[in-house]
């Protein structure tokens, strides 16, 4: 495995980043597809044998409990000094509650210590912001997550799906204030969602922000025939929301050039995104044993200028989509 850097951190990375929201008690939170602990822990195990070390997880995937199994999976496996692992804070825990969800001071605070305890950790590499959030001030959330660095909980900051006018505001405020900034934006790029190349990737690639999209395979989409499903694909509500009919155009041309290749379609539409200079490492979900396989063999694939040009022909603008 060659380790790319994150961004223009010191940190190095595996060029993948291993998604830990398909890995979790299918009882608790919505998803029902994902995979308990048992049937969980061969992927985890696949990952750090191929040299993965980058591990990508939220305090609200399936209600905590992706953090605990990927907490006790990874301490099996690879040392913490070797281990790179995010997770995310934003989105309810304590639904109905007041201060049970977004960004403010308590709210930061009280989830990096309850994600620490289910992670069975002192500390995580990267914390994340999930989203922006429009009731507190974007003050508040900076000085807080550069605390959190401060005392040692985690190592670096970083942020997912926003507007770029938001992101540059908060790290126009952390640079000013000596705060912390972010190092890192996760956000949503794939041949289905383009719209990040207007203005969020190249913002990211002139001042140093390393990008590590998710659904980098548009949910499976780019994976298989349109009109196939499957089980998380039939009940994954949100991701309905993220792409149109009108996309099945773009999904067979990845399957066209992955014939003609020889190669799988998500080998293909992960070399895609990987190819784009601000990406440092795409963050690919797992459920069944190819999926890795598949997303290790696009590290060396390359491709043409030509495979290119048929990706990306039939591709029309359209609104940013996984924002809040």
């Not at 790179?84 to 709210?107: E, H």
Request: charged residues 25%; hydrophobic residues 40%.
């Amino acid at each position: 495995m060659d380790y790319v850097k994150l961004g223009s951190t010191g940190l190095d990375v595996s060029p993948i980043c291993l998604g830990c929201m398909t890995y979790g008690d299918p009882a608790r939170g919505n998803h029902a597809w994902s995979l308990p602990e048992d049937q969980s822990r061969p992927f985890f195990e696949r990952a750090v044998e191929a040299g993965i070390n980058f591990f990508d997880t939220a305090d609200a995937y399936s209600d905590g409990s992706s953090e605990e199994i990927t907490g006790r999976a990874l301490k099996k496996l690879i040392p913490r000094e070797d281990l790179v692992l995010a997770t995310k804070v934003f989105n309810p825990m304590r639904p109905g509650r007041p201060n049970g969800r977004g960004l403010s001071r308590k709210a930061i605070l009280t989830g990096i210590d309850a994600s620490l305890t289910r992670l069975g950790m002192d500390h995580v590499d990267l914390y994340q912001i999930h989203r922006w959030d429009y009731g507190t001030p974007i003050e508040e959330t900076m000085e807080a997550l550069h605390d959190v660095v401060k005392s040692g909980k985690a190592r670096y900051i970083g942020a997912s799906s926003m507007y770029a006018w938001q992101f540059q505001k908060a790290q126009n405020i952390a640079l000013t204030n000596g705060w912390t900034p972010f190092v890192t934006m996760q956000d949503h790029y794939n041949l289905l969602a383009r719209e990040e190349e207007r203005e969020m990737l190249p913002y990211c690639l002139d001042s140093g922000v390393g990008v590590i999209p998710w659904s980098p395979l548009a949910r499976g989409k780019l994976t298989r025939a349109w009109d196939s499903e499957t089980s998380r694909s039939e009940t994954d509500e949100f991701g309905k929301t993220l792409y149109a009919d009108t996309d099945r155009e773009i999904v067979q041309a990845v399957l066209d050039v992955a014939q003609a290749r020889g190669a799988a379609p998500a080998s293909v539409a992960l070399a895609w995104v990987m190819r784009h200079p601000a990406v440092s490492s795409p963050i690919v979900g797992a459920s069944k044993p190819h999926h890795l396989d598949d997303a290790l063999a696009a590290i060396d694939l390359e491709l043409t200028d030509d495979e290119v040009a048929t990706l990306e022909a039939s591709y029309t603008p359209r609104d940013n989509s996984g924002f809040q």
